[in-house]
């Protein structure tokens, strides 16, 4: 690839949108292997170490996500804070995909230092591009009844409910078991980020459509008969066809929204969930506490 020029990235968990770098090369001639600086050769080989320690805990998709984001970078920056000024300067994407190269950059950075490469990390003169903070999309009980009702089948149906039941990412539900599945605590053991092991709640509605589609279709490996591709297609198609949003993202807001909307505490919403942290849980439930805030406005009117 010519100097700048970034792949767009495939993932939409931490999906960078369409970057691409503003003096990227587009020659449709031959193009020979680019020759790197001794610097930029280093950072190659450190980028090499840095995938190999993390490789048994991250999920491709994660090494696929830092790949795209640190290989442009690597190879035509070097990793100062003017290089790294640089290289989100030549990013053609808007700010909320800058962001998630800076995420990448940063936990790269803080590796190298943390393993005695860099002595001073070079993000301490580099200001984050600073996303929009929106209110993301969240489903309320009624629009996740009509989308279940709407699904054209009992594994689509189930599929759903799990999802807004317990939470679950889009590879943790691609990835359950018939013997991961608790039906005394109506539990599910998945593997999360990080390979981190945790159990996703579901209701007893759910456990009688998990329980119907089993009996029906065998206790194969692969409880769904998809994979996670086929998911996210499957829900895409109801997305089309009701005019809701319909995907993992989606469900994990609404999950996180509706225990809130019910009064629980967003500590016990976090540990459910599997996050690492309030902070997502907070992001995911921004649009439930303007609800509770525009009710006490309403009142004084």
């Not at 808007?94 to 590796?111: D, H, P, Q, S, V």
């Not at 119907?212 to 996210?232: C, K, Y």
């Not at 849980?281 to 009710?295: C, G």
Request: net charge positive.
């Amino acid at each position: 690839m010519g100097k700048g020029g970034l792949e767009p990235p495939r993932l939409s968990a931490h999906d960078p949108k369409s970057c691409s770098s503003a003096n990227s090369d587009t020659s449709p001639y031959l193009v020979f292997p680019k020759l790197l600086t001794k610097t930029q050769q280093k950072q190659v080989d450190l980028l090499t170490k840095f995938f190999t320690s993390r490789r048994q805990g991250l999920s491709p998709h994660t090494i696929a996500f830092y790949r795209t984001c640190l290989n442009p970078l690597v190879e035509n920056y070097e990793l100062t804070p003017e290089g790294i000024n640089g290289f989100l300067s030549n990013l053609t994407c808007n700010t909320g995909g800058k962001f998630a190269y800076f995420r990448a950059i940063r936990t790269f950075c803080n590796w190298l230092v943390h393993n005695d490469y860099l002595t001073d990390n070079p993000l301490k003169k580099v200001d984050p591009p600073k996303p929009a903070r929106k209110i993301l999309p969240s489903l309320t009980i009624q629009q996740v009844q009509y989308l279940i009702d709407s699904a054209s089948n009992l594994r689509d149906k189930c599929i759903i409910s799990l999802l807004v039941d317990s939470g679950m990412r889009l590879n943790e539900i691609a990835n359950v078991k018939t013997g991961d599945i608790d039906w005394t605590n109506h539990t599910i053991k998945v593997w999360g980020k990080g390979n981190k092991q945790r159990r996703a709640p579901f209701t007893e509605n759910t456990a009688t459509m998990l329980s119907e589609w089993l009996s029906r279709n065998g206790h194969s490996n692969n409880v769904w008969n998809m994979t996670r591709r086929g998911i996210q297609s499957m829900l895409n198609d109801y997305k089309e066809r009701t005019g809701f949003p319909c995907n993992a993202h989606t469900f994990r807001r609404t999950f996180a929204s509706n225990l809130h909307r019910r009064g629980m505490d967003i500590e016990h919403i976090m540990r459910l969930g599997g996050w690492e942290s309030l902070d997502m849980v907070l992001r995911y439930t921004r649009s439930v506490r303007f609800e509770d805030s525009l009710k006490l406005y309403r009142q004084l009117e």
